[in-house]
Structures are given as C-alpha cells and as structure tokens.
C-alpha cells in the first residue's frame, strides 16, 4: 500500500503541481517541488523562457549516392552494414559545425554530436524520421532499436506526436507542438523522469542543481568504459544519489540508462582503434578534455576523426543483453526516496520488489521496454479527448510489427 500510495503522490505532484499543497499532503515529499514547477512554467533551466530560439530551421542533411552511409532515409531500413567511416572523406555536409547560441543541446552526447554533424537538424529541433535515420547512418543501431528509442522519445519526453518533432534539449514547445495550445508543454529531452533520470554518467539530478540536468559535469566524467567499468560507476552513481537527492527517483525508464552505458562500449568505440572504446574516442563523443590540473572540461561534442563505426548493426536484443548484464552484476532498486528518510520499491512488469530477477529472458526484457514505451503518455496530450487512445495507436503504428514478432502482448486501448 505505501508502495502504491507513494507512485500516486509522486506522479501526481509531477503532473499536476497543485497536490503537493493539498490538505493532509506531506509537502516535504516534494521539497524541490517549486524548481520543476519554474521548469514547466518556462522559468527555470530547460524550460521556454530560456530555450534557445533558430528562426532559421534547416532539417538534417539527407544522405546522398556518394556518402550513403546505411542507406537510411525517410525512417525506413537502412542497409544494416557498418564498418565506413563517419563522416566520410570529403562529406562537407557532415562535417562538425560548432552550435551557436540559437541552437539547443541536451543531455545526450550521442544526439548532440549527431546534430554537430547535420546528421540531425543542426538547431536541435528533429524529427522521428531524423531520429531513426541518424541512429542508423551514424551510429549503425538496428532498425528495431532505432525505433524503440524513437518512439521512446516523441513519447515519453514529449515530443509531438502529430507533427513528429522533437527538442533534443530544452522546451521549444512552439517550434515541436501541432498547437501549443491545445497540447500545452513539450519539455524535450531536458524534461526530468521522462528520458532524462537521476543519476546519469555525466549530468547532475534534477533537483540537487536546480532543474540543470543537461549541463556536461567533469568531475562525474568516468574513465572504465568496458561494461565492468560501467557496472559498478553506475551502481555508485545511484548511492550517491540516493544519498544526496532527497527526491531521489529510480523508475522502470531507468532501464534505458544501461542501456545508453553500453553505448560507450559497443556503437561508440572505432574500427581504427580495433573497436576497444578507449579515452580518445568517447571523451570526444562527449565533449569531455582534460585540463593542466586533471579536470575534464566541456567542449562541443564531435565524432572523432577517421571514426569507423561497428560493422553489425547493434540490435534490440543486443542492447536487452547488456542491459540485464549490466545492471545484474550490480543491481540496486528501483525505487524512490519519500520524506520519512525510507526508500520505497516499485514492482512493473519484469521488476518485482524493486528488482530484477537473474533468470530474466532477452523476450522479457525487450517486453519490459515496450511496456515502458506503450504505458508513457505524454503530458502534450492532456488537452485532447482520448490521449490514451491517441499514443498508443502512435507508438504501436511505429513498433507493433518487430515487437509482436517477440511475442510482446499489445497494450489496450481503452
């Protein structure tokens, strides 16, 4: 029952601010309540009043016959055969381009760098089309994980379902939202237990700084990018901010962080340094250089030079491997702190008790992530009739076929 009743206030205070001040609601429950509301309301970090603004929109420089990259165009499948160079030799429609002030990064390298090269729209406002070509021209991801992660976007950072669009950062609702009226926020990638949760590798909680969970961290830079490595820096990642965030949230999306872990070590890593994912390589995916006294300070993101990318495609059973792997080898719970000092654990899906079971299958785990996918409702629909109705028929228009394959029940639409 406390489990329960702990899900209802937190989800509740995130979506509607007003319950937190309702009488007989422990308001210390939502102590930072006030930054994610100047967030929402356009005030605070991530939100519209500071999201940069590019009047002048360029979509993503398309593939051509003489750079095909994967072939990838218009969210269908590419070739599914890595191992070139990106970019490549003389590509000048891909080379790195430095953001200026008008345009919006977020919290993850990959994209960013992405976008650097105009293999994503250079001002930061993508498409799903986009998303889906990128990942597989740039980084080889399979088709099928390709999808999921866009889908996972436009839904559960809420994008916008109806144009497609998404802010790989902060709140560009009017550029992304069909009518910002009618759909009301689309916080992007920057929206807190959306994509974006506690304990990232390299950025900050959402509410122990103040609503920045996007901003390059140095001193939270890691150095062991094998899954080992990633393992135990992201079961410490966790006790730090269980320590120190008290509104600490650990929720079933936080699957997806392993997920972006093995990143480092299995689309990151180039064929020129034998795929082995060494200092080099992912310090320039995330903008990460090393100073005089050993800090690492920010710099833009950038594909490294004569990069190779992995020569298969890194599928969704690829990542469902390393996800369960990762997180087993050191497994911490799912879960959230609540204003008594106690730690409540979750149950969703294949998560019991707030944990993972070892014996978990690959079809389990890639059913764990649907379920993640297809129960999201974004808050850009709280102004139309049947936003249940209304996602689910997107996300199961863009997912349905690879995952009924995996035997993945449907959701229900009512």
Not at 168 to 188: K, W, Y
Not at 256 to 285: K, V
Not at 347 to 357: C, L, Q, Y
């Amino acid at each position: 029952m406390k489990q329960a009743i702990f899900s209802l206030l937190v989800s509740g205070a995130y979506a509607f601010p007003w319950v937190a001040e309702q009488p007989g609601v422990d308001s210390s429950l939502f102590k930072a309540r006030r930054a994610y509301k100047r967030q929402q309301t356009g005030e605070g970090a991530g939100g519209p009043a500071t999201c940069p603004f590019n009047a002048n929109h360029v979509a993503a420089a398309p593939v051509t016959s003489q750079y095909p990259y994967n072939n990838a165009q218009n969210g269908l499948p590419g070739d599914g055969k890595g191992g070139f160079q990106v970019p490549a030799d003389g590509d000048t429609a891909h080379g790195f381009i430095a953001p200026g002030p008008n345009d919006i990064r977020g919290p993850c390298p990959g994209l960013n760098a992405a976008a650097n090269h105009n293999f994503l729209a250079h001002d930061g406002i993508t498409t799903f089309n986009e998303l889906v070509d990128a990942q597989q021209n740039v980084y080889n991801v399979g088709y099928d994980l390709a999808l999921l992660l866009a889908v996972l976007g436009l839904t559960t950072t809420d994008g916008d379902i109806v144009t497609e669009k998404l802010s790989i950062g902060c709140d560009a609702t009017t550029r992304t939202s069909v009518n910002p009226t009618l759909t009301g926020s689309e916080p992007g990638l920057d929206g807190h237990n959306k994509f974006e949760s506690d304990t990232s590798l390299t950025r900050n909680d959402f509410f122990t700084h103040n609503g920045d969970d996007f901003t390059f961290n140095g001193t939270l830079f890691w150095s062991n990018f094998d899954r080992e490595g990633l393992s135990l820096y992201r079961n410490q990642r966790w006790h730090q901010s269980q320590v120190e965030n008290p509104n600490f949230f650990f929720g079933p999306l936080t699957l997806l962080l392993y997920g972006a872990a093995s990143f480092l070590y299995e689309l990151m890593p180039s064929g020129t340094h034998n795929y082995a994912p060494d200092l080099a390589t992912i310090s320039s995916f995330f903008g990460a250089e090393k100073q005089s006294d050993g800090t690492w300070a920010f710099v833009d993101e950038k594909i490294p030079p004569n990069w190779t990318n992995r020569v298969s495609p890194y599928s969704g059973l690829d990542v469902n491997v390393e996800i369960v792997t990762m997180y087993l080898e050191n497994p911490v719970l799912f879960g959230g702190n609540t204003a008594d000092g106690h730690f409540d654990t979750l149950d969703f899906g294949a998560i019991k008790n707030g944990t993972i079971s070892a014996d978990i299958s690959q079809a389990e785990t890639a059913c764990l992530l649907y379920q993640l996918t297809t129960s999201s409702i974004p808050s850009s629909l709280n102004g139309v009739l049947t936003p249940t109705v209304d996602a689910l028929a997107f996300a199961l228009k863009k997912l349905g076929p690879e995952f009924r394959n995996l035997g993945c029940p449907l959701a229900l639409t009512k």
